[in-house]
């Protein structure tokens, strides 16, 4: 059931609220992301093997989404999506190895025009120049990687070989910083702690893009033990996550020591599903830890395990605790709603909604329709009616990577009855199929042209 209007406010909250956010009462804001993260690997979402105590504490304290959608089924332009308010085609970012140009404004840049201290810490992913790096995009200040992932403990890149001589990743700002033999994953949470009682003083924003549950799958043993029962694999995947559960937990207990945690704004995701990767895996074979849950396909698919993340926003002083909604978002929304909940000015060109109302007032989405563009794959959503064109999977097959042909090309499914598409409906709803393709084509069309 979709919450009503009164399970989202608090008496205290109204109109004249957006008004004083422009000034004294501005909240924090957090936007905290998980890498490669399964759809359904959380406690609150029903996972029963791994322990997120932490994580379902500020998920119960907030808004959780049912329907919450990543722009994107890869790393880099999930993220662009995220800091851009933008489609990663829109942003110049369709692909992994592109970088986010300078010119394109970010949650960071237009709060740190709003006097927002803004700082970024883990993952980066786009872009490593002076221009492209945390800095040229409106970040104070900086900890983690430029890359899309480094060795946890080394916190060296080594995917390129033979093609790309191994080397060194970790950077404070803008000098390369040596932090040999601690785990990342804990160090992220050092620095976000570090930042935000630094700044209680301050209205703030921190981007913790935590790289777990991303491979290299390493953990330390203080975290495995917790899970002994557990196959080898899944057993590293619930340690990787149960430390960024606790690096939360300590994020929580700074804001309330610092009296910080019933005004800040914390948006929470995965920025794709969960992969079956062979580098994630043991002994060369298909990886198997992470869990989609009833979702069709893996990270790089336009079905729904690809890019239906877990969802959460969390604001204690105006969300009713453990509410749930239907309601359909996209990581595109953090910025224009950050904008409005801010005061902050809204970039000229954001293709997300602002969905403050849907979080605080129960209000209906404000998107009529979904859509995605993805390494030949096209998909839309519109209410129930999902629409996958070219669509891949990217399953545990040798030719997982390999579009499905045939009238499988075309996948039509209606996830209210059907969530894990199973059934495609394209020869039972023709004259559907036909208004969803046009209208997506339609949508292609607006795009640069160079995205593919």
């Known amino acids: 059931m979709i919450p009503t209007r009164r399970g989202f406010l608090t008496t205290s909250l109204s109109a004249p609220f957006l008004a004083r956010a422009a000034t004294a009462d501005r909240p924090n804001i957090l936007v905290i992301v998980l890498d490669d993260l399964g759809c359904h690997d959380l406690g609150y979402l029903g996972a029963a093997d791994l322990k997120t105590p932490n994580i379902d504490a500020f998920a119960e304290q907030g808004l959780k989404f049912r329907n919450w959608y990543s722009n994107a089924p890869v790393c880099a332009p999930a993220r662009s999506a995220i800091l851009s308010g933008r489609y990663p085609a829109s942003a110049g970012v369709s692909t992994n190895g592109a970088a986010l140009s300078h010119d394109v404004p970010t949650i960071a840049s237009v709060l ?26 409106g970040f104070d200040y900086f900890y983690g990687f430029h890359t899309g992932c480094v060795d946890y403990y080394s916190h060296r890149y080594y995917w390129g070989e033979p093609r790309l001589a191994n080397y060194h990743d970790l950077w404070r700002n803008r000098t390369e910083l040596f932090d040999d033999g601690r785990y ?33 799958m390493h953990a330390p043993e203080k975290y495995k033990s917790r899970f002994s029962n557990l196959a080898p694999e899944r057993q590293t995947y619930a340690a990787m996550i149960a430390a960024v559960d606790d690096g939360i937990g300590q994020i929580q207990r700074m804001l309330e020591m610092a009296g910080l945690l019933n005004n800040t704004l914390l948006f929470f995701l ?8 062979k580098r994630a895996g043991l002994n060369g074979n298909f990886a198997t830890a992470g869990s989609n849950g009833i979702f069709k396909g893996f990270k ?6 690809g890019m239906h993340v877990p969802g959460f926003v969390s604001w204690p002083a ?20 950050i904008c409005r909940a801010t005061g902050a000015a809204l970039p000229p060109r954001v293709d997300g909604s602002d969905i403050l109302d849907t979080i605080l007032k129960g209000a209906p989405s404000p998107h009529k329709a979904l859509y995605w563009s993805q390494n030949g794959q096209l998909a839309t959503r519109r209410g129930p009616w999902k629409l996958v064109v070219n669509g891949r999977l990217y399953d545990r097959r040798p030719d997982g990577n390999k579009p499905l042909e045939g009238e499988d090309a075309i996948w039509l499914s209606n996830l209210d009855d059907d969530p894990g598409e199973t059934r495609n409906l394209r020869r039972t709803h023709a004259n559907l199929v036909d208004e969803l393709l046009t209208d997506l084509y339609r949508w292609r069309d607006t795009l640069p042209k160079s995205i593919e």
Not at 115 to 135: I, N, V
Not at 300 to 305: A, E, K, P, R
Not at 325 to 335: E, F, P
Request: charged fraction near 20%; aromatic fraction near 12%.
């Open 318 to 337: 105006h969300i009713r605790r453990g509410s749930w909604t239907n309601q359909l978002a996209m990581s595109m929304d953090i910025l224009p709603t």
């Open 300 to 305: 790089f698919s336009l079905f729904d395990g």
């Open 112 to 137: 740190k025009d709003a006097s927002y201290q803004t700082a970024c810490m883990g993952k980066w992913h786009l872009g490593d120049t002076a221009t492209t790096a945390p800095l040229g995009h």
């Open 184 to 216: 990342l994953t804990e160090r992220i949470t050092e620095e976000a702690v570090d930042f935000i009682g630094r700044n209680r003083a301050n209205p703030f924003f921190a981007y913790i893009a935590y790289n777990a549950p991303h491979y290299p």
């Open 270 to 277: 995965g920025d794709n599903g969960a992969t079956v990767e």
